[in-house]
């Protein structure tokens, strides 16, 4: 309790320190500046946060290679940035994304050691607020901002959501309430820079949390920030949404919406199952993959969907433009570098071009080089001519996917395996949208259960049904494996008519892997 009455009350002085701060006058030239930098950037934070900290884990791994500064700032001068990145991978400068949570321990040689996540929290600048991971694949990551980081991001978001006509659209966020602090982060950003929020309706989260949501804004509105209370969605109904966004149309206005996948493709389903016309509405999502699955839905509605790809621990890594589709963004430049390495995904002979992100800037929250996150995808150059291209942000990153596996009863099925069923041939069958189903896997003392999610409010009455359709088309896709078989003879798979599990960041993941049991939701 007073932990957290200590972490609300730095929020709430955090908030003002944060209000008063200046606005910057150029948003484009402060972005513009710092890819014009990148390399020395770079090398600046290599020298400060790295190398003058002896605990830093990469300090260990620079100094276990025999890799100084003077060899890495020659070899970006001659190389260039990637280039040089992808040389200290192969010397062994990385870290999986096991050994940066702690799960596994770092392994180069005859060095060993262990890894924390707050081991590669910046000691340049003193964070004011936290935030935290979902936890998608493992316990959440808290990462600290400061100031200056903050109001980076905030003109960065300024850049990209222009570029998508926010200040010709009214603005409705879905983002989380507190205990998150999402939610007031947009609410705060877009009213520093002119384009305040016109309607937040997030989850309900408890009691407690709505009241201290109030007070923040009070306290922000008592400072001159346009900040709407929230509407809280009932449970599992994202028809208020449909609703006001239809009114809006209605009155010649139209709207950009900004939150996770899922809930974007529940407000376009309940727009078409009341009739309501949304066309134009403009979805701005990020947090899962938009597959062409939920891109079909939201478009079929008349609407327009575009990617944003943030990382917690390393902040926005991309942004869609209005020229790009799916699972497509423009790599922020400013703030990383990419690199990718193949690798198979885990226990499977899939093989996946595994993303390795270089923080830059000086006050990133997260200081790393080489850092996998278990996210892959195909890096190149951009060929569009919108204004994020036109700001610096060349490079781009197309088909983003978080890998992972369902390996129970001795099968590895890869999420794009079964992604087609869970997302076409079940909604195709049955209804629904492709959030309504979710495969999940669960050790359960000594066997492992392998349950297929049905959302109940499709009225599916039938298990058998639903079991047998979604076994055979899995026979069908691995060409007469004997994966449904074992499934069914074992007795370990099993449908059930439940809401899809949400991780702690409100994300539906159509694969969600439990490990040891815990109460059902």
């Not at 609410?187 to 923040?216: C, D, E, K, N, Q």
């Not at 701005?284 to 621990?313: F, P, Q």
């Not at 079964?418 to 309504?436: A, N, Q, T």
Request: proline share 5%; net charge positive.
């Amino acid at each position: 309790m007073l932990k957290e009455f200590s972490y609300y009350s730095q929020l709430s002085r955090s908030i003002v320190k944060w209000v008063r701060s200046p606005v910057a006058s150029s948003p484009l030239s402060a972005i513009q500046e710092n890819i014009q930098h990148r390399e020395a950037n770079f090398l600046q934070l290599l020298q400060a946060a790295i190398l003058a900290n002896p605990k830093h884990p990469l300090k260990k791994l620079l100094d276990w290679a025999g890799i100084g500064y003077e060899d890495i700032e020659a070899r970006v001068h001659r190389n260039g940035l990637e280039e040089t990145l992808q040389e200290l991978y192969r010397e062994g400068i990385y870290l999986t994304h096991d050994e940066f949570k702690g799960k596994q321990e770092v392994k180069r040689g005859a060095l060993v050691f262990q890894v924390a996540s707050s081991d590669l929290a910046n000691p340049l600048y003193r964070a004011i607020m936290e935030a935290s991971s979902s936890g998608s694949r493992g316990n959440p990551t808290i990462t600290r901002r400061s100031l200056e980081y903050q109001a980076y991001r905030e003109l960065q978001e300024t850049v990209f959501l222009n570029e998508l006509e926010l200040p010709q659209r009214e603005q409705l966020a879905t983002t989380s309430a507190i205990p998150a602090t999402g939610g007031l982060r947009r609410l705060i950003t877009h009213a520093r820079y002119g384009s305040p929020v016109a309607s937040w309706m997030p989850l309900r989260p408890v009691f407690h949390y709505r009241v201290l949501t109030s007070m923040y804004l009070l306290q922000l509105r008592a400072m001159g920030i346009r900040a709407p209370f929230p509407r809280y969605l009932p449970e599992d109904d994202f028809t208020p949404i449909a609703k006001w966004i239809a009114g809006r149309k209605s009155q010649g206005k139209q709207v950009l919406v900004t939150g996770n996948v899922s809930p974007a493709v529940r407000v376009v389903a309940a727009a078409q199952e009341l009739g309501l016309d949304i066309s134009g509405t403009r979805f701005v999502v990020g947090g899962e993959a938009i597959t062409a699955a939920k891109v079909a839905i939201v478009e079929g509605a008349g609407a327009l969907i575009n990617a944003r790809y943030t990382i917690s621990e390393l902040g926005p890594v991309g942004f869609g433009c209005k020229h790009m589709h799916g699972n497509c963004v423009h790599l922020s430049m400013d703030a990383l570098a990419v690199i990718a390495r193949e690798r198979f995904a885990p226990l499977t002979d899939t093989k996946v071009q595994s993303l390795l992100f270089t923080t830059l800037l000086p006050f990133a929250p997260t200081v790393a080089i080489n850092l996998e996150m278990d996210d892959a995808g195909e890096l190149g150059n951009s060929t569009c001519d919108c204004g994020l291209m036109q700001a610096g942000y060349t490079q781009q990153i197309n088909h983003i996917f978080s890998y992972g596996k369902l390996t129970g009863y001795g099968t590895s099925l890869m999420a794009g395996d079964v992604l087609s069923i869970l997302e076409v041939m079940l909604p195709k069958r049955f209804g629904g949208v492709p959030s309504d189903y979710q495969l999940i896997e669960q050790e359960a003392g000594k066997h492992t259960s392998i349950e297929l999610r049905v959302h109940p409010r499709l009225g599916v009455n039938s298990e058998a049904d639903v079991r047998d359709f979604f076994l055979r088309e899995l026979q069908r896709i691995w060409s007469g494996s004997s994966t449904g078989r074992t499934w069914s003879q074992s007795g370990g798979f099993q449908v059930r008519f439940a809401a899809p599990i949400q991780t702690n960041g409100k994300k539906i993941h159509p694969l969600h892997l439990l490990g040891s049991p815990h109460p059902r939701p």
